[in-house]
């Protein structure tokens, strides 16, 4: 199968049910045709549009051109024309393992192939289907499954391919993982400023940013090669050997396993090689952790080093950090230029999606994203400089101090709860001495209640910018929570455990305790609350 004149690819277009070719594909994005492409996995959507993105803008930059709407021959024959990889280089499964695959290395030899990519004289699959491929070793069932489906087409090998050897982490020796990363045991990330959720309008914007930032990347201490490679796989690999960037174009495509494909009697299976790092070697790569040019990738100045995901996800501090480029109140997050607006930008979403990992063992911890929709108004502010800007970041910080705030206050009213209704003078002081089974309680509780005012946080936040008031404002969100939160005690008392004689006084005594501290702490909720009584 050969990406560059077979219909490889099934996309819903507005006509219906279409077969594309890669060519064909990038012309009906150019059109926006595609309304989704129908095997394309969630977790595989970041690494597919980016692969489209750095193909087609390293296309027009050595073809000349700066419009993404081009035609299928232009792009077929440019394309080809690419590092000299010509059609192997896109071609699934090539017998010949002198010669490049499509995502997969040529080797110098037949004899290193025979070394290498058997075990005791034995070649053994390392993958039989696409979704063994595409997978590190999961913790837990997450959104993302080992061998989910015996699905076997080679669309879906293809899809598989771009996800492991552009966007994973290294899984033992010989397994190494991207250059795009922060470290050994990180993930890729993909954060930016989506205009449209339509496919070919995204597309089309990315590749045109791309062109429009190329030359600041050249023009970084990375010393790129302004016609170095782009292909990474095109140039025979002896599997320890590493490109450097004064070898590569600005807008590589990367891979980083030693992978070949081969039919078998079952149908495709994937072949694996211990290898070293085909970009940058690991020197190389402890001292840029990850800070590439990548414009899809925040930075952390302070560590120097490409943002990671961790197990919690995009939580609302994370998003906050990513969207102002604040730590703790230091500008000390480097904004990736996909996140930058345009002038013309109108109304967008903030994006962001990466998968966590865990530790040394490099399982996952799930794929993680989140997309807020934002106003022009906001999404420009948080680019500029003054005093707007620094009031919005104020309010956005005074927002998660007080989410926290009203959390303890609450923690501390479940606890009554579950214990009979101790008072506030009576709870235990240390974690320890609290029994197992009301910490898992009350745990979940508090998930519920941070996943509420999670989902309102940033609709508020950008509300702030109509009010005059900073005081309305600031009740507003005050006034959320306090609803939120004592929601999530109600439905506390009414799934509470039986305790006999006790179950009347722990009500009465948790209620008094978190409205007590409530509005001991907030005036404004306590003159609310009495003006509504005398109303």
């Excluded at 552009?166 to 990363?181: D, H, I, L, P, Q």
Aim: aromatic share 8%; charged share 30%; glycine share 6%.
């Amino acid at each position: 199968m050969n990406l560059l004149t077979d219909p490889v690819f099934h996309a819903q277009t507005r006509q219906g049910l279409k077969q594309l070719s890669l060519p064909a594909l990038l012309v009906a994005l150019g059109r926006d045709e595609i309304d989704s492409l129908t095997g394309l996995q969630r977790h595989q959507e970041d690494a597919f549009h980016i692969f489209l993105c750095y193909l087609a803008a390293a296309v027009l930059e050595r073809e000349q051109k700066n419009d993404p709407k081009q035609e299928k021959a232009f792009w077929c024959n440019a394309i080809r024309r690419l590092d000299g990889g010509g059609d192997s280089a896109w071609t699934l499964v090539v017998k010949d393992i002198t010669q490049p695959a499509f995502m997969q290395p040529a080797l110098p030899s037949r004899i290193l192939y025979e070394e290498k990519f058997t075990k005791n004289g034995k070649a053994e699959p390392d993958a039989s289907t696409p979704d063994v491929l595409d997978l590190l070793a999961t913790s837990k069932n997450h959104d993302i499954k080992a061998r989910r489906t015996n699905h076997d087409s080679e669309e879906a090998w293809v899809y598989a391919l771009i996800n492991l050897q552009t966007m994973t982490c290294r899984n033992g020796a010989g397994n190494e993982g991207v250059a795009r990363m922060s470290g050994t045991f990180s993930a890729r990330m993909r954060v930016q400023i989506l205009i449209s959720k339509r496919p070919g309008k995204q597309w089309v914007r990315d590749v045109k940013k791309l062109l429009k930032y190329r030359p600041i990347i050249l023009n970084r201490k990375l010393r790129y090669k302004p016609d170095g490679i782009v292909l990474t796989w095109v140039e025979p690999w002896d599997l320890e050997s590493s490109y450097i960037t004064t070898d590569l174009d600005p807008f590589f495509i990367e891979i980083s396993r030693a992978r070949r494909l081969v039919i078998t009697n079952r149908g495709i299976a994937a072949y694996n090689a211990s290898a070293l790092h085909r970009v940058l070697p690991k020197s190389v790569r402890e001292q840029i952790n990850g800070d590439l040019g990548d414009p899809w990738i925040p930075i952390d100045t302070e560590k120097s080093q490409a943002f990671n995901v961790y197990s919690e996800g995009f939580t609302p501090r994370i998003t906050r950090d990513l969207l102002f480029g604040i730590i703790d109140s230091s500008e000390i997050i480097k904004r990736p230029y996909m996140q930058e607006p345009e002038a013309d930008d109108s109304d967008c979403w903030f994006y962001a999606s990466g998968l966590s990992r865990r530790g040394k063992d490099s399982n996952t911890e799930g794929f993680h994203s989140v997309c807020i929709p934002m106003k022009k108004e906001a999404t420009h502010l948080l680019f500029s400089a003054g005093k707007d800007r620094d009031m919005l970041a104020e309010m956005s910080e005074e927002g998660l101090h007080l989410a926290a705030i009203i959390e303890g206050l609450l923690k501390k009213a479940l606890h009554s709860l579950l214990l009979g209704g101790v008072k506030e003078n009576e709870l235990p002081k240390r974690k320890k001495d609290i029994p197992r089974e009301v910490q898992q309680w009350t745990k979940e509780a508090l998930l519920v209640y941070s996943e509420a005012w999670s989902r309102y946080y940033f609709d508020w936040l950008w509300r702030t910018l109509d009010h005059d008031d900073e005081d309305q404002a600031r009740l507003e969100w005050l006034t959320a929570l306090k609803e939120k939160a004592v929601k999530v005690l109600d439905d506390a008392i009414d799934r509470l455990p039986e305790r006999q004689g006790r179950r009347y006084r722990a009500q009465v005594r948790a209620r008094g305790l978190f409205y007590g501290s409530l509005y001991k702490q907030f005036d404004e909720l306590k003159e609310q609350r009495d003006a509504k009584h005398t109303a």
